[in-house]
């Protein structure tokens, strides 16, 4: 999780806590640490919302614990089959205008192929074969506040990858039918994210 605060003249100042599951308790084992770095990806569009994706290197290393743990990346290009079960996650709002989450929440949400997703009475152009739709049924999506956090798809081994990263949703709201949750597809950036890595 990264929280940004405003300072002054409008820059902000981030920190990424690990280990993290309810932001009002001081919680053993969770970890506050300043990012050395921000890469966001060179293409991003905020107008037509393409490329949302970027990487944070921190300034210093982590240790893995019980709570804290690498996420699993999916194999460069791999597409999810329609009805895929994955979850995201995250702190942000609990309904539409609702207020924001003070406990980690998780939500089932079945992954929509690119041709459902894309249909005119879903979103249409909107969404481009380097994202993954999930969800669209009405009743559970992600939420303002939830952006940048992950959509976990379990592997038949058991495993987890993240294979997506929240970007965008309904004007109209958080839980809206046919206008499911729009997430970056990590398999379609897996050599950007090396190649940031490795230069970074």
């Known amino acids: 999780m990264s929280v940004r605060t405003a300072g002054p ?11 993290k599951h309810n932001l009002r308790s001081n919680e053993s084992g969770a970890v506050a640490i300043s990012p050395a770095k ?3 990806h060179e293409a991003w569009d905020s107008y037509r919302i393409r490329n949302d994706i970027a990487l944070i290197k921190l300034s210093t290393p982590v240790q893995r614990s ?5 996420a699993c990346l999916p194999a460069s290009g ?18 539409t205008g ?5 406990i980690l929440q998780q939500a089932r949400l079945p992954v929509v192929s690119h041709e459902t997703c894309s249909r005119y009475d879903w979103w249409g152009s909107l969404v481009t074969s380097s994202m993954v739709c999930a969800g669209g ?3 559970l999506a992600s939420c303002n506040g939830d952006s940048g956090g992950p959509l976990n798809c379990q592997n038949a081994d058991g495993s987890w990858d993240v294979h997506g990263v929240v970007s965008f949703g309904s004007s109209m709201g958080c839980n809206y039918y046919k206008k499911p949750s729009v997430f970056t597809r990590v398999s379609a950036y897996i050599n950007w994210i090396n ?5 970074n």
């Open 9 to 19: 003249g409008s820059s902000y100042t981030y920190r990424v806590y690990l280990g």
């Open 38 to 40: 921000i890469i966001v």
């Open 66 to 70: 019980d709570s804290i743990m690498p």
């Open 78 to 95: 791999e597409i999810l089959p329609h009805n895929s079960p994955c979850y995201v996650t995250g702190w942000g709002r609990l309904w």
């Open 98 to 102: 609702g207020p924001i989450a003070d």
């Open 137 to 139: 049924d009405g009743q």
């Open 195 to 199: 190649n940031v890595m490795a230069s």
